[in-house]
């Protein structure tokens, strides 16, 4: 079966197509590379899911394929689970990691340690042409520090100490963070679904 | 009885006078501008309330007077509720009120109007002397705006359409605002409780 991978992240594809590898055998993975003129989704949902979906629908539209989508972010408790949705865009849509990281840093500076715990949601999604979907999701949870550390990674990573670790999400390895990960939870509970 | 009144803003005590002077006019308020060398309080607590108590309880210590305080800002249902207490200082806490409506007009971007809803909401206690407190709750919702509108008020106004009206809160009077605000019910509560 040959099934869509709607994303531009190169990494991402290589991500689930080894996971795919164990899990799932049977699918072709198809990156959004070998696809002619893929239309931009705008992500205008308020949930992963939502937005997931949206993706996922774009890819059968557009190819006729079975579509694999998700959405991730972090949820940070002191903030009612935001920045959510908005991660990639928390200190404005013009805006780069650097300045959503100080501005988490800087609305979180009055919240003690204790309060401080949050975690990386992905929601991962499959739409088949018939409309049927399927949505998982992965959660990792851990807390935000008070300073960047380490240059692996993208994004909050580099403030997010998960549970059981010392070392920051940018700090540890790709292996080890495709392990724990939200990402790594929600393709590898999808793949076994497929 | 003497009650101080936990705020450096005028506005704030004057509107507070004026409806004590109906609802319990045997309260004679106090400003914080008749105490020497009065510390600021820290709002590290994650609610309205919680700021609110921190702010009435220093009052006590400081002055053995019974003390009253707020708390306040805007809740947007698109945001999980979020500004919240982090409303004054959401782009950072070095910004201003042009920053932060910046921000949240560009967090909102993609939010469709029907979902652009919210509440200002006001938290007012009193403290006293011997420990015993009283909290009450003062909302106003509407929604928010995709510019701002208005030179009233103050904070998000410019941006937010309290229900049953075309005007933002930036453009109503201050005694329309009043007699419709968060923070006029809430203080008007309070009143006829102490």
């Known amino acids: 079966?040959?099934?869509?991978?709607?994303?531009?992240?190169?990494?991402?594809v290589d991500e689930l197509r080894q996971i795919l590898a164990e899990?799932?055998?049977?699918?072709?993975?198809?990156?959004?590379?070998?696809?002619?003129?893929?239309p931009e989704t705008p992500e205008t949902e308020l949930t992963f899911a939502g937005n997931a979906l949206l993706?996922?629908?774009?890819?059968?539209?557009?190819?006729?394929?079975?579509?694999?989508?998700?959405d991730s972010g972090i949820a940070v408790d002191a903030l009612?689970?935001?920045?959510?949705?908005?991660?990639?865009?928390?200190?404005?849509?013009?805006?780069?990691?650097?300045?959503?990281?100080?501005?988490?840093?800087?609305?979180?500076?009055?919240?003690?340690?204790?309060l401080r715990t949050g975690q990386f949601v992905c929601a991962a999604v499959i739409v088949f042409p018939d409309g049927r979907d399927i949505v998982v999701h992965g959660e990792m949870p851990g807390r935000v520090i008070r300073e960047p550390r380490g240059a692996n990674g993208f994004?909050?990573?580099?403030?997010?100490?998960?549970?059981?670790?010392?070392?920051?999400?940018?700090?540890?390895?790709?292996?080890?963070?495709?392990?724990?990960?939200h990402r790594g939870k929600a393709f590898r509970e999808l793949a076994t679904k497929i």
Not at 23 to 37: R, S, T
Not at 55 to 70: E, F, M, N, S
Not at 92 to 111: M, P, T, W, Y
Request: proline residues 6%; charged residues 25%; hydrophobic residues 40%.
């Open 55 to 70: 993706k996922a629908r774009d890819g059968v539209k557009h190819t006729g394929l079975p579509t694999i989508a998700d």
């Open 1 to 12: 079966m040959r099934v869509l991978l709607a994303t531009r992240n190169a990494g991402k």
């Open 80 to 114: 009612n689970g935001m920045p959510g949705v908005l991660s990639a865009r928390w200190a404005g849509s013009k805006k780069d990691d650097a300045a959503n990281n100080a501005l988490l840093l800087d609305q979180l500076s009055d919240v003690p340690d204790e």
């Open 23 to 38: 899990a799932a055998p049977h699918v072709e993975l198809v990156g959004l590379d070998a696809v002619d003129e893929y």
């Open 155 to 181: 994004g909050y990573d580099p403030l997010f100490v998960p549970d059981g670790f010392d070392l920051t999400s940018a700090e540890i390895t790709a292996e080890q963070k495709n392990a724990i990960s």
